[in-house]
């Protein structure tokens, strides 16, 4: 059983084209997070939404817009593509954000989706 | 302004020998300190966790060390295996209202057998 899944896992299109990529996760989780892996390898926050609210808003260009219709999804849509959103995205969920110091404040990731804007 | 840097891009080692894993942090209000391993075409693993208030975690083969003073962390694993061959990041997180996770650009560990 696949913890936190995402779909599409390529995605190649046009600049100016709307996508989205899709997240899931069957493990219960009260938060979600949307990274970005760039070509230099860094792994960046974008988005964080704890029980369908946002709480992590990166600066990040408002062409990106996280939707959670519930706790168990958060997808991405990106509006108006560019060359720069090239990258790896992935989506990772995790505990109550509130868990302090105990072995459930890691992350379980997606395996990502690779984004390519031609 | 990159506030965690792992500085060793690649690291080879012998199948058996330890691996050491380094990463520098430059925020002293980050309370959590986790360390992941990711495979090619995969997302992070989580692999193990250090609070800043420990010096010291241990699991199985994995150590994690944590120097606060010098902002510091490495990870130690004895004895290395093949199948640790992988990229390891570093993670630091802050706590500012909500928990919010800061990535290194991550080390590529071989392991040759």
């Known amino acids: 059983d696949t913890a936190v899944s995402q779909t599409p896992k390529y995605l190649v299109t046009q600049m100016g084209n709307d996508k989205s990529i899709k997240c899931e996760q069957n493990l219960g989780h009260d938060t979600m997070y949307w990274y970005k892996q760039d070509s230099k390898k860094f792994l960046k926050i974008m988005f964080s939404y704890n029980n369908k609210e946002l709480i992590i808003n990166e600066t990040v260009p408002n062409r990106f817009s996280p939707k959670s219709p519930d706790k168990a999804h958060l997808n991405l849509h990106i509006n108006s593509l560019e060359l720069g959103d090239s990258a790896v995205y992935f989506c990772?969920?995790?505990?109550?954000?509130?868990?302090?110091?105990?072995?459930?404040?890691?992350?379980?990731f997606g395996p990502g989706t690779r984004l390519t804007v031609l | 302004d990159q506030q965690v840097k792992q500085n060793s891009p690649s690291l080879s080692v012998q199948e058996g020998r330890i691996s050491i894993l380094n990463c520098d942090y430059t925020n002293s209000m980050f309370d959590y300190f986790l360390w992941y391993k990711k495979y090619p075409a995969e997302g992070p693993t989580f692999l193990i966790s250090i609070s800043s208030i420990k010096d010291k975690n241990e699991d199985g083969r994995f150590t994690v060390f944590l120097n606060k003073s010098a902002k510091h962390l490495s990870l130690h694993i004895v004895p290395s295996q093949p199948g640790d061959s992988a990229v390891y990041f570093c993670?630091?997180?802050?706590?500012?209202?909500?928990?919010?996770?800061?990535f290194g650009t991550g080390t590529r560990l071989k392991v040759l057998a």
């Open positions: 990772a969920s995790s505990h109550d954000r509130d868990i302090a110091l105990s072995r459930y404040n890691e992350q379980f």
């Open positions: 993670a630091a997180r802050i706590t500012s209202g909500t928990y919010k996770y800061i």
